[in-house]
Nanobody
Framework: QVQLVESGGGLVQAGGSLRLSCAAS????????MGWYRQAPGKQRELVAD???????NYADSVKGRFTISRDNAKNTVYLQMNSLRPEDTAVYYC????????WGQGTQVTVSS
């Protein structure tokens, strides 16, 4: 069973930064891709960013230029650096891995105050 453990969420003022981490219980190159999704209250879960096995990245239009996804292969960890945070970024952020079976982390809350 794959485990994905997220950390790094919290409360930050608008314009601030946070870095989320997702540590996988096995080699991240065993996954086709890994990514971050978010779900705000009353809204559907949406893709924020992902990175595939080849290193190609993909971002939601709403976060392009502000968020950066990266990985540390030695630590089996994927990161999401979030800069210039806005109140509309407030959501629970979930780590996802596709093998192609999908695995999910437990989620970490990000709250951006105005």
């Amino acid at each position: 069973q794959v485990q994905l453990v997220e950390s790094g969420g919290g409360l930050v003022q608008a314009g601030g930064s946070l870095r989320l981490s997702c540590a996988a219980s096995r080699n991240i190159f065993s996954f086709i891709a890994m990514g971050w999704y978010r779900q705000a209250p009353g809204k559907q879960r949406e893709l924020v960013a992902d990175i595939n096995i080849g290193g190609s990245t993909n971002y939601a239009d709403s976060v392009k230029g502000r968020f950066t996804i990266s990985r540390d292969n030695a630590k089996n960890t994927v990161y999401l650096q979030m800069n210039s945070l806005r109140p509309e970024d407030t959501a629970v952020y979930y780590c996802n891995a596709r093998a192609p079976q999908a695995y999910w982390g437990q989620g970490t809350q990000v709250t951006v105050s105005s």
